[in-house]
Structure formats: C-alpha cells, structure tokens
C-alpha cells in the first residue's frame, strides 16, 4: 500500500497496474479498447490538431496518478507541465475552489472583490516584491511583461518610440501567441505565422557574453527561463543567471525570469532563480498558481516597474477574478511553508540519482533540478515518442520534446517508491529496446 502525500489510500494500482508493466499483462496495454477509441475518434473528428496526444483517455486523478475510461490506472509523470504540481484533485485546493464557487466566481475588474487583495498581497510577499499583475495563461503574462518592458522603457529609461528591443534567447518557448511566436526558433511555433513582431534579438542560451553584446541604449528587457523547458530540460551554467543580473544592472535593463514551468516548487525551490541566489526585476509565473483547476498567471515585480501602467492600458475580463484569487491565495500558503520546495529537492535528488544510473544504458544525457529531469535517449534506440508510448503502455505518462528527449515532472506528492517503480519502468522499456 502507498499513502500518497495529498491523504487517501492508493492500493497496488487494482492489483494490476504495476504488473501491467511487463509480460502479457504490459500487453495489455498495446491496443486501446473501443471506448478508447470512440472517444479519441470524437476529439479527433471535431477539435483542431494542435496536438498529438497518445492514445489515453484520461477520465479521473487522484493525487500522482490518473485512471482512464476502462479503469487503467497511469503514473502522472508530466504534471500538466507543472501545472498539477500539487496533485490532481488536492483536497485542500479543491476546498478552496468549492467554498469560493458557492459565494461568486467572477466580477470582472470594473469592481473590486474581497479575494483579489489578500491574494496579491501574499503572492507578492512570496515573492519579494511589491506589486503583481494578474492573469490568465502563461502567455498572457509573457505578454503583459512584454507591454511592460516596453512602457517602462519609454516612462522611465527614456527609449525613443517605438525604438525599444529586447533580449530572448535560442531555443526559448514563452507560449504561442503571434507576438511570442515571433522570436521563437522552433519551425513549429514559429513557421507560417508571420508577419512577425519586430523588436526582439535573440543570443544562444546559457552565453552571457552574447547577452551583453546585444544590448543597446534601446534595449529594455533580457527576457529568460532560468531552465529551458520545452527545449528539453536546459540547465544553463551556474554563472549564467548572476552574470545576467549583473549586466542588466550595469546597463539599466529589466531582467524578466519565466518561472511558468520551473517556478512554484518545481525545482525545490519557490524558483529556479533562488537556486543561484538572482532576484529579477520581474518574474513571470503561472500553471501551478492555479493548482490544476483554473488558468492563474501572474507578472510579479517592484512598484517602480509595474507602476508605470495607468487604467486602461492594460486587462482581462478573467484576470484577478475570485475564483481564480481564491485558489491562487490557497497555493501560495501552501508554499509560503516550504513543504512543497522541500519535497520536491529531497525526491528530486532520489530521482536524479535512480536516472543517473541508466546513463550509458539507453540515456546518452540527464538534466534538471528538483522533480525535472530531460532524459536524452540514444536515437539509436528509439525516438522519445516511441520511449512515451511503451511507458505509456507499462502504466507511465510521460511527454516527449525534440526527437529523443523525455521530460518527466511528475507531481510534488508523488511518493519515492512510485518514483522508483517509474524508473524501473524506464529501465525495463530501455532493455527492451536494446535487444531488438
């Protein structure tokens, strides 16, 4: 038996999962049911292809783990890209969400709401700042650190019109709207979707020599994900981040840290900026402040940055509204504790360690912090979706990027042993592999 960290009981998976994972029970696993099907037929059928989900059909979740539409039990190891940090259906977050939908859910900004203030005080205590702009999505608060950037520059650094730039960086993902798509090198997310938004340079990731070079009188922001997510887990050198913090500072240029995915515990840390001890001038954060159950995003900074939008140069209907404010409050009280970032280094540490053992047995590389790991896989052997595919098939989620790169981010609660039992799947679909 597993106590999963959220309470509740987790049995050996209905007696079955975990032997799923080998043999003919693994099998089992190989062709979905016709209820699958139907149901992936459905989706195909009517919603656009943006994505390329594999073949499971996710009905309900508890804590770490998720049940499809025939009763199959699969380790989360993706975590809604760190949106379900705190687990599917965490008690305590779905508390919060159930009392604030019996009073009011949504207000609008036109009016003030008893939710939104305490929210944003502790959220900005969390973060050591004074003033936080809340949104929606991720890419909402790229963007509205962009607009920022931009009328602080102008307001305060005395950027001629129009002129001001800013530094992103190779290999970025920031989100997908037509502006962020604009400085992205990913032929996918960037491809066909012009024309494009000017105003951005971009340097390789992880040189900070390039980032100094690149800046100007007219440069605004350097604009960074302390870990590359999408590219696969990047870790730049330890240096980086503090070299950056001293070159924006020298040169009078915001230092814009995405936290989306690596912020809120994820890497063991409230941020992945903490880990080397940089505060930027603004942090970027969302997924995991809403907890798995509503789109919370937030730009977070000091008043002498944020203060430089007036009314009406700047919203969302949705932005700050109640249920979102009450659900986002409950997350950062939950952090303010430390438990969450405690968590994560401590099992983070073990699942490094457990990964670091399959390196030159089907892993060619490992990267991450806390509960993140890129786990190269030797293209010889398989392509990263075809790895996800047999997990998926052992009782494993887990996500793909980039050819031969899986991510694993499973949720903070997970337990050590379900972690162990992840990797021991990994191992087994590797040797597999092997003795094709």
């Known amino acids: ?47 656009a292809h943006n994505y390329h989900p594999l073949p499971v059909v996710v009905a309900s979740g508890e804590g770490a783990w998720v049940t499809d539409v025939d009763g199959r039990r699969y380790l989360d190891c993706l975590a809604a890209y760190s949106a379900v940090n705190f687990g599917h259906g965490n008690p305590r977050l779905v508390a919060a969400a159930r009392e604030q939908l019996g009073r009011i859910t949504l207000t609008s900004r036109a009016f003030h709401n008893d939710r939104l203030g305490p929210f944003v005080t502790e959220l900005a205590a969390l973060c050591g700042k004074d003033m936080v702009l809340p949104m929606n999505t991720g890419a909402e608060a790229v963007e509205s650190a962009i607009k920022v950037a931009r009328a602080w520059g102008y307001r305060v650094k005395g950027v001629a019109p129009d002129a001001a730039n800013i530094v992103v960086m190779a290999g970025n993902f920031h989100g997908r709207t037509t502006t962020i798509v604009s400085f992205s090198d990913d032929p996918d997310a960037h491809d066909d979707f012009g024309p494009y938004t000017p105003g951005f340079r971009m340097v390789p990731y992880g040189d900070a020599a390039a980032v100094e070079a690149a800046i100007d009188d007219d440069t605004v922001a350097v604009l960074v994900e302390p870990i590359e997510g999408e590219a696969g887990i990047i870790v730049p050198p330890a240096d980086y981040l503090p070299e950056l913090r001293r070159i924006t500072s020298e040169h009078g240029v915001l230092l814009i840290a995405d936290e989306i995915q690596s912020g ?91 990964l670091e053992r399959l390196v030159g047995h089907g892993v060619v590389a490992l990267r991450g912090a806390g509960l993140w790991a890129g786990v190269d896989i030797d293209p010889a052997l398989a392509t990263g979706r075809e790895v996800c595919e047999a997990l998926m098939r052992r009782g494993v989620l887990a996500k793909d990027t980039h050819g031969s790169t899986i991510r694993l981010a499973p949720p903070i609660v997970v337990e050590r042993a379900d972690l162990d039992w992840a990797v021991d799947q990994l191992e087994a679909v590797l040797g597999e592999l092997a003795s094709r």
């Open 264 to 354: 809120l515990g994820r890497v063991g840390a409230t941020f992945a900026c903490d880990l080397v001890g940089v505060v930027p001038d603004l942090y970027l954060i969302g997924k995991a402040l809403g907890g798995g159950i509503v789109p919370v995003s937030a730009v977070v900074g000091d008043r002498d940055v944020l203060g430089v939008l007036q009314p009406g140069q700047h919203g969302s209907t949705f932005g700050g509204n109640p249920l979102a404010a009450a659900v986002g409050l409950e997350v950062v009280r939950m952090l303010a504790t430390g438990e969450p970032q405690a968590r994560a280094r401590a099992l983070g540490g073990h699942l490094h360690e457990r």
């Open 1 to 47: 038996m597993t106590t999963p960290a959220h309470g509740g009981t987790v049995d050996d998976m209905d007696a079955g999962v975990r032997a799923e994972g080998s043999g003919a029970a693994g099998r089992l696993r190989a062709e979905p049911s016709a209820r699958t099907a139907a149901a992936i037929h459905a989706e195909d059928a009517h919603a």
